[in-house]
């Protein structure tokens, strides 16, 4: 049985950081990424990250700020949030799937979410 479980999340200040991990189960996979999902708003994408751990994407509103890395031995990855803002706070989902992209369509397999709360 397939399993993503992301740990992490928290209350912060206003420019402070997090570390977010996600753990699969199951099976390994081709891609992985990172989606957000704000109160009253649509689920965006916030990063993405291929088995090589060479083909990397972001959204312009975390680039600079946020690096997405994987271990593939502990068929892990994570989502280290720096700088972080009132605008990132979200529930944060793990996405994993054989094609890496900004879609959520791309992926075929979902964590159930771990809340990031960034305090001004």
């Known amino acids: 049985q397939v399993q993503l479980v992301e740990s992490g999340g928290g209350l912060v200040q206003a420019g402070g950081s997090l570390r977010l991990s996600c753990a699969a189960s199951?099976?390994?996979?081709?891609?992985m990424g990172w989606f957000r999902q704000a109160p009253g708003k649509e689920r965006e994408f916030v990063a993405t990250?291929?088995?090589?751990?060479?083909?990397?994407a972001y959204a312009d509103s975390v680039k600079g700020r946020f690096t997405i890395s994987r271990d593939n031995a502990k068929n892990t990855v994570y989502l280290q949030m720096n700088s972080l803002k009132p605008e990132d706070t979200a529930i944060y989902y793990c996405?994993?799937?054989?094609?890496?992209?900004?879609?959520?369509?791309?992926?075929?397999?979902w964590g159930q979410g771990t809340q990031v709360t960034v305090s001004s």
């Open positions: 990250i291929r088995w090589n751990g060479v083909s990397i």
């Open positions: 996405a994993a799937g054989a094609i890496s992209g900004p879609s959520e369509f791309q992926y075929n397999y």
């Open positions: 199951g099976r390994t996979f081709s891609a």
